[in-house]
């Protein structure tokens, strides 16, 4: 069996972790598999070289941070494959030019084109333990590329999809993907298995357990997943196309208190406004979420949606400078708010999933502002400090009665 | 004019420093030059990465020591660009695998075999300052190798050779090449000029200005070195081509305490003796210096010679271990010697040079030990203790009666 391994940077912090992390691949390794490791640059490294990037220029190339950056899960590789060789198992560390990971050019957030296996199957044929440099790619100038936070789990996708791995398996500091934020909704529990649909809508909802890219290759390529813990022994949760007849109404509840409505009022109420507005927005990379639109005052329209937290300030600016061209009337914007989701596969052929959702938002006197729906997802829009209130409320009204 | 300038880890140590660099190259860059920047690793880091692997694995491997070192100088050079990015000077960083810096397999210890030019020249052509990792190449197999200690020298001095610089600039925490190290000889002064040959002698003899396999490489490609002080303007030493008639009969003296004497007594005195003993240290990657053989009692010889401090404990568990096959009778040796040499390339149609420099510590009541010479060199192995005092009588005995 050829089993990908995934372990992020607080997996790999220091020397004790790096062991334990060496240990559990070597158990792999003793039981006769070949063993490809992925990781993560170690603990802190990935925010501290930012850091010292940022204070020789605040405004550095992303190639330049690239090729920053990208040093730390070498050191990382190279470590690792000194403890498993301290262990007297053979590795071998690699980068993103030795596998040859081809990237798409765009610096800080690229996207793999292709894999190469040669090197790696090379050292598996001759029984070493492959460990891969995450996060990292080469683009077509040879210039090394970074795939944005996260991006390691990515990695661990696309090698296990070019190299037909047979597992691949996501280490992280949960035990697996829940019903909710444990840390928030006492009863959240693990979930045995998840589609790749319920996690992509979950994981973009801020449940943060995988990156979104890496579930969307593993939908592609039919990469099937193991998110488990670095810590225990226990068995995880496995994301992969439905594979039974009855599924789960809702699988999970998210929150996601990194959110920030705009409210655009009086804008003139004819076609091509909203197109406008969130083409401006979206040129300059913000990235739009919830919209709600609603009747003004007197041939006008007020449109309200959500950003990221961290956006609203750049959203405002641009909003502010296009006022005339846009034209709105007045610009209004609320910090704190928070989505709430609920996300299963099972609703698609279940109605009647969002009355029970507003039922007990209503019973725990929540407001809601805005609603927004998918096939497998229905999200709200509340006011941040009702959030963890509304999540036990959701996650107990559909997970515990069920 | 295509310059290349090389900068030590102590250069690049901060970002205050790292500013200073990157304004010293970026005058040659507007006054119209094109400019190629080779860096080490910042400060300590190299040492700190060597300190973090032997805590992991104290026989860490040899290739993955290097793919942890090399990340240091990728650190440097992708921080540099983003400096004189800063100061809106284009820059580009590459490290080895984008330059294409092929090197021998041998990790730890790689000499370069070819290097490409395309990526270094096309980036001179969209007028960018480059700047490139030194010290690393890659092998046949696609891994990272270093050159060892200092390599980064070698880098400039390759680069220089491929690219056909006009200038290789060797910048370091002193003024040039002195005539003996100023720290010990008062009257110690800056040469104007010395050639490859002198500075070989020099540098191998402990002077440390210069990594000798860099001079080596200049020599045979006769790259024009300069040897130069990265925090003031003053001139530096160039290392050339012997090009005056009159050469100094004297151009330096050296001292190095980092030696130890080994002697090997009641050895048969037979042929093939000594090469037994020195192949069989050579095997073991002992270097041994300055060799002197002597008739010992009936029918065998005794056999002195030197070893670098840190390698003495090695040599004598060899040599104890061989004891029997090498027909050795008793092994002593000793710590506290030093080796004082004088180089010049004008001894060589000189003779009583030797005289002079024995006369030199005869007059300080220095007592020597061991004798070995070489067309341009005179070394002798005196107490530890009088090396200072030696370093002084000799130069002053040569250089300022000149």
Chains 1, 2 share one sequence.
Not at 135 to 147: E, P, R, S
Request: glycine residues 6%; negative net charge.
């Amino acid at each position: 069996m050829l089993i990908v391994k995934k372990f992020g940077g607080s997996s790999v912090a220091n020397k004790e972790r790096i062991f334990n992390v060496a240990r559990r691949c070597i158990e792999d390794y003793k039981a006769g598999h070949d063993v490809v490791v992925v990781l993560s640059a170690m603990g802190d490294t990935t925010d501290n070289l930012i850091e010292m990037a940022h204070s020789i220029n605040p405004k550095a190339k992303k190639r330049e941070l690239d090729m920053l950056l990208t040093t730390g899960e070498q050191v990382s590789v190279s470590l690792m494959a000194m403890a498993m060789q301290a262990l007297d198992v053979p590795a071998v560390s690699l980068n993103a030019f030795q596998v040859m990971m081809h990237s798409t050019s765009k610096y800080g957030n690229a996207r793999f084109k292709r894999v190469d296996t040669e090197r790696i199957e090379h050292e598996l044929d001759s029984r070493k333990i492959v460990i891969v440099t995450g996060f990292q790619g080469i683009n077509k100038y040879d210039d090394v590329t970074t795939l944005g936070r996260g991006g390691s789990d990515t990695t661990a996708v696309a090698l296990a999809a070019v190299l037909h791995a047979d597992k691949c398996e996501i280490y992280t500091d949960v035990e697996g993907v829940f019903t909710a934020d444990p840390r928030v909704v006492k009863n959240a529990r693990k979930l045995e298995d998840i589609t790749y649909d319920e996690m992509l809508e979950l994981a973009s909802l801020g449940a943060k357990v995988l990156h979104n890219r890496s579930v969307e290759m593993a939908k592609k390529y039919n990469v099937e997943l193991v998110v488990r813990s670095s810590l225990t022994e226990a068995e995880g949760t496995v994301v992969k196309e439905a594979t039974k007849m009855e599924k789960l109404l809702v699988t999970g509840v998210a929150g996601d208190v990194n959110t920030a409505r705009i409210s655009v009022i009086g804008v003139d109420d004819k076609p091509g406004t909203a197109f406008v507005i969130f083409n401006t927005l979206a040129k300059n990379n913000i990235n739009v979420d919830i919209i709600l639109q609603s009747v003004g005052r007197e041939g006008t329209k007020d449109i309200s949606f959500t950003v990221a937290s961290d956006d609203l300030e750049q959203a405002l600016e641009i909003l502010e400078d296009n006022k005339e061209r846009l034209t709105i009337q007045e610009i209004t914007y609320n910090k704190n708010v928070a989505k709430l989701s609920v996300v299963g596969a099972g609703m698609m052929s279940n109605p009647g999933v969002a009355a029970k959702m507003f039922e007990s938002l209503y019973n725990s006197r929540v407001n809601i502002n805005m609603i927004s729906t998918s096939e497998i997802r229905i999200t709200v829009l509340i006011d941040e400090k009702d959030i963890d209130k509304a999540m036990n409320a959701v996650h107990d009204g559909f997970i515990m009665t069920e």
